[in-house]
């Protein structure tokens, strides 16, 4: 697609910014409202293939030299060592702890462990989105 595209790609900068945005915001509040790592982690690989259909994937990985498929695999590992580390401390697998910060700015803010599990199930979601779609685009 070398069509006159600087529409697209005009578009696509400001675009990008929102998406990533709110991708943020769903994984972040996933934990207490509906999101979390899948959801979030979907609407952050339509960044990603948005930056891919506007450029082309030369130029894209050129500014952003990241391999999803490692992506995929380190948030598989992620996922599933946040599981098994509850194990190591004798309770069952995948239990939560959460645990309160008392931050500068912030105040007293909770931090649960869940949230690594949910970082390692949007990463893995985004290196398997990027990665079939990168496959794809091989083909055609």
């Known amino acids: 697609m070398k069509a006159n595209d600087v529409i697209l790609r005009t578009v696509t900068k400001v675009a990008v910014f929102i998406i990533l945005t709110y991708g943020v915001h769903l994984f972040l509040a996933g934990h207490y409202e509906p999101g979390g790592g899948f959801v979030g982690g979907l609407v952050l690989s339509s960044a990603f293939v948005l930056m891919y259909l506007a450029f082309d994937i030369e130029t894209v990985q050129r500014g952003m030299p990241i391999d999803f498929k490692m992506v995929a695999g380190a948030g598989a590992f992620l996922s599933v060592a946040t599981g098994a580390a509850s194990i190591a401390f004798g ?35 985004i290196g398997t989105v990027i990665t079939i779609i990168l496959s794809i685009s091989e083909d055609v």
């Open 91 to 125: 309770v069952p697998f995948l239990t939560q702890e959460e645990a309160h910060l008392t931050l500068p700015i912030f105040g007293d803010v909770a931090f649960a462990s869940v949230i690594l599990f949910e970082a390692g199930v949007a990463l893995a979601v």
